[in-house]
C-alpha cells in the first residue's frame, strides 16, 4: 500500500480529474457516462485520501486531518446533490455555494498541513 502513500501525487491528480469531471458534467447535463466516471473517481478520492489519513496519523495532527477528511467527503456531497438536483431540474445555488466554501476550505487545509506542498508557508 506504499503506492498510496509514498506521495500525495496519486491523490492530488484524482482529486484534479474529478473536478474537471465535475464541471464537465455540470455543463453537460444530460451525459450519464461522465456522471458515472466521477463516480468512480469519487471512491478513488476517498481511497487515496483515507490511505493518506491513515498515514498522516504519524504526524501528530491527527484531528486536523481528520476534519480535512470530513471537508473532502462534504466537498463530494455537494458535487454528487449539484449534479442530481440539475439533472431533476431543482435549485442547486445553495449547493453550489457549499460546494465553493469548502472546497477553499479543504484546499487551504492540504496545502497548509505537513504533508501538502508548501504553497502557503
Do not use: C
Request: glycine share 10%; net charge positive; no cysteine.
Amino acid at each position: 500500500m506504499d503506492f498510496l502513500t509514498g506521495s500525495t501525487h496519486l491523490h492530488i491528480t484524482t482529486w484534479v480529474v474529478a473536478l474537471i469531471l465535475f464541471f464537465v458534467a455540470a455543463v453537460a447535463s444530460k451525459s450519464k457516462g461522465i456522471h458515472m466516471a466521477l463516480r468512480l473517481f469519487y471512491i478513488l478520492v476517498i481511497i487515496t485520501g483515507g490511505a493518506l489519513f491513515i498515514e498522516a496519523m504519524d504526524f501528530g495532527q491527527g484531528m486536523l486531518y481528520g476534519i480535512k477528511f470530513l471537508l473532502g467527503i462534504l466537498v463530494i456531497g455537494m458535487m454528487e446533490m449539484v449534479l442530481v438536483r440539475q439533472a431533476k431540474n431543482k435549485p442547486t445555488t445553495m449547493f453550489w455555494v457549499l460546494f465553493a466554501i469548502s472546497l477553499f476550505a479543504i484546499l487551504y487545509m492540504g496545502f497548509a498541513l505537513q504533508m501538502g506542498f508548501n504553497f502557503l508557508a
